[in-house]
């Protein structure tokens, strides 16, 4: 997928909302955006067809995230908001959007059905939704949980809280973006010696000296700015400006602080961006913060590039945590230097013999190519712990393949399960909901403990403590019962 055009979409889709007074469900119309990009080889808004959402919304959709039926008016709506702006900013003809419209008015009724089909189901959402609509989309292992408190500053010590690796932009484009600081517009940079070096210099002495609120407009301001960029530095996520707003608060004191206008005096510095609701440190921000760790000498890892790992170090990268959007870069990178079935042959023998969350991550990889991975694909139906993922992938493209046995649907069904454990310890609120919406039934839990899966106890453990529905959570227990003591024998 590409990052670029979709986030660029995105934007001119809310700016487009706003001048219009139209209420726009961007994340729905990014995730439409997502998924065209990523299956149906749309690499920008004018590759949209009318056929774009019938695979869309009756096939794509349906098989990869997890909603209810009722949802499906509020999908189809969001694609219409999607294809107005594409009449409006002149990327489809006026002819076209009607085509687009009179499809949208086919699918509507059709696309509720298709939530409700489980023949349509993914393997992710068909065994029963168990990490979370997010989780499933992206199968990565992608910090989560609860923000910290950014007014509560770091421990000072470096072993105490070492700092995570972090990617860095190439030096090219370093410099390109150099050009384009506000900052730097009206105080540039000495004109002799390294520019990237003075840089790092000017945000040193913006974080460390008394700038006495030439950088926020507030002298208290500016004296938080190192936690600040540091926090955000660690987090390596995108933080809610609303995060932001209530760490400026306490540090302003009694009087009021115009978010709005510290967050753009902070974008004129070129260390921060904001896009809508959330901030992020630019590039040159993170680069900058790194090198002025490094004069301080604090160790400051730089992650490597995933896209030139093997499979196995991809994997393993993974699931050391990166970011959603260069996660999806390593990945399109990854597999862009191989061929389908190459990729498949390397990412399946990677997750051979695999724990389940590294299988998961692989198998969800695969899941993205098409019909030319078959050969490889096929090669892995001998696979005990495989076999259940190749044959669901081959039924999915419509291949021939041997239907799941019964033992091969609970091995498959535990094995997903304890892909989701990771998540479920980190928020099992969320866990526990998408179980009581579509986890497995008793009978099936029942059954389980037969299973031959090295995380089969954990996994009966688990929904034991989270299914809400007291009769199927018992059974649960019963099984992990019956799971342990057979392992015992």
Not at 18 to 46: F, I, K, M, P, T
Not at 85 to 93: G, K, N, P
Not at 167 to 178: F, K, M, S, V, Y
Not at 444 to 465: A, F, K, Q, S, T
Request: contains cysteine; hydrophobic residues 45%; glycine residues 6%.
């Amino acid at each position: 997928m590409s990052i670029e055009w979709v986030n660029q979409a995105i934007d001119d889709l809310r700016a487009w909302g706003r001048a219009r007074e139209v209420e726009v469900d961007a994340d729905e119309v990014r995730l439409l955006c997502d998924y065209a990009s990523d299956y149906l080889n749309v690499n920008e808004l004018g590759d949209f067809t009318p056929e774009t959402f019938d695979e869309l919304l009756l096939s794509i959709y349906p098989r990869k995230v997890i909603a209810p039926p009722e949802s499906a008016p509020e999908t189809v709506a969001a694609a219409r908001t999607l294809v107005d702006y594409l009449h409006e900013a002149a990327q489809v003809s006026g002819e076209t959007a009607a085509r687009m419209r009179e499809r949208l008015d086919a699918i509507g009724p059709r696309m509720a059905e298709a939530l409700a089909d489980t023949s349509n189901f993914g393997m992710a959402k068909s065994l029963f939704s168990s990490i979370g609509p997010e989780s499933l989309e992206q199968s990565i292992a992608i910090p989560s949980g609860e923000l910290p408190d950014l007014g509560e500053a770091p421990c000072d010590c470096p072993g105490c809280t070492p700092l995570p690796a972090v990617r860095l932009a190439a030096p090219e484009e370093l410099l390109a973006a150099l050009e384009h600081v506000p900052m730097l517009a009206e105080e540039p940079l000495p004109g002799d010696g390294d520019p990237l070096e003075a840089w790092a210099r000017r945000v040193a002495h913006l974080l460390e000296q008394d700038t006495g609120g030439a950088v926020t407009g507030s002298a208290e301001l500016d004296e938080g700015l190192y936690d600040l960029f540091d926090m955000i530095y660690r987090l390596q996520v995108r933080v809610p400006v609303g995060v932001i707003g209530d760490y400026l608060d306490e540090l302003g004191g009694e009087g009021e602080v115009d978010l709005a206008a510290v967050l753009g005096r902070l974008e004129r510095t070129g260390l921060l961006r904001v896009d809508g609701d959330c901030a992020e440190l630019t590039p040159l921000g993170v680069w900058a913060l790194r090198e002025h760790y490094l004069s301080l000498g604090i160790d400051a890892p730089q992650a490597p590039d995933l896209a030139e790992a093997d499979a196995r170090g991809l994997i393993e990268g993974l699931l050391d945590g990166v970011p959603t959007e260069i996660a999806e870069d390593d990945i399109n990178r990854w597999l862009s230097v191989r061929e389908p079935a190459e990729a498949a042959a390397e990412l399946l023998a990677a997750a051979s013999g695999a724990p389940a969350v590294a299988r998961g991550i692989a198998i969800t990889i695969v899941d993205r190519l098409g019909p030319e991975a078959e050969p490889a694909v096929r090669d892995y139906l001998d696979d005990q712990e495989l076999r259940p993922h190749a044959i669901h992938w081959l039924a999915a493209r419509k291949l021939p393949a041997p239907p799941l046995t019964q033992e091969e649907l609970l091995w498959v069904s535990v094995d997903m399960l304890a892909l989701a454990m990771p998540a479920a310890e980190e928020d099992p609120d969320n866990f526990a909901e998408n179980m009581a919406a579509s986890g497995p039934p008793a009978h099936l839990i029942e059954e389980m403990w037969r299973v031959d899966h090295p995380d089969v106890v954990e996994v009966l453990e688990l929904l034991g403590r989270s299914i809400t529905d007291g009769t199927v959570a018992k059974a649960a227990r019963k099984a992990a019962f019956k799971a342990r003591s057979r392992s015992i024998r």
